[in-house]
C-alpha cells in the first residue's frame, strides 16, 4: 500500500508526465506526494562547486510542479529542493532518508549510443531504491 509518494522533477515535458501520474495515484491512494527536484552539483576538486540551476530556478520549477499536480487532483502537496552531486544518489536518498514508499519520475527517450553515453536517471533511481519505482511515459 502507498503511503507516501516521492516525484522527482526536471522542469521537462517528461517530468510533468510524471507529476500528473503521481497527482493521480495520490488522488487514489490519498497519500501525501511530495515534489522533489535535485540541482546538480558541477566542479569541485580545484574549483568551485556549481548548481545545475540558481536557487529561483529551482523554487519556478517547484511551484509550477506543484500547481500541475494540484491541478490533477492531489491534495496534499509538498516541494523540496535537493542538492547532490548526482541526481539518481539525491532522489534515492532523499526518499530512504524520509520514509517514502514510492518514487514517480518520468524519462526521456533515449536509445542506443545516447542511452549509454548520458546515461538514464530513471533506470538508476529504479536499481539502487529501497522502493517501488514508477516510471512514467
Known amino acids: 500500500m502507498t503511503r507516501k509518494i516521492l516525484c522527482a522533477t526536471d522542469g521537462t515535458d517528461h517530468s510533468a508526465i510524471a507529476v500528473i501520474h503521481a ?3 495520490a488522488l487514489q491512494t490519498k497519500a501525501p506526494l511530495t515534489i522533489c527536484s535535485v540541482n546538480v552539483a558541477h566542479g569541485g576538486g580545484r574549483g568551485p562547486f556549481i548548481n545545475h540551476w540558481t536557487d529561483d530556478e529551482v523554487t519556478a520549477m517547484l511551484d509550477n510542479a506543484a500547481a500541475l499536480a494540484k491541478k490533477h487532483g ?7 529542493a535537493i542538492r547532490s552531486r548526482e541526481a539518481a544518489a539525491g532522489i534515492v536518498s532523499f526518499a530512504e532518508n524520509n520514509g517514502f514508499d514510492h518514487i514517480v519520475m518520468g524519462t526521456g527517450d533515449k536509445r542506443g549510443i545516447s542511452r549509454l553515453v548520458l546515461g538514464s536517471v530513471a533506470s538508476d533511481v529504479a536499481g539502487r531504491s529501497h522502493c517501488t519505482v514508477t516510471v512514467a511515459r
Open 23 to 25: 497527482a493521480e495515484l
Open 74 to 80: 492531489a491534495t496534499e502537496v509538498e516541494v523540496a
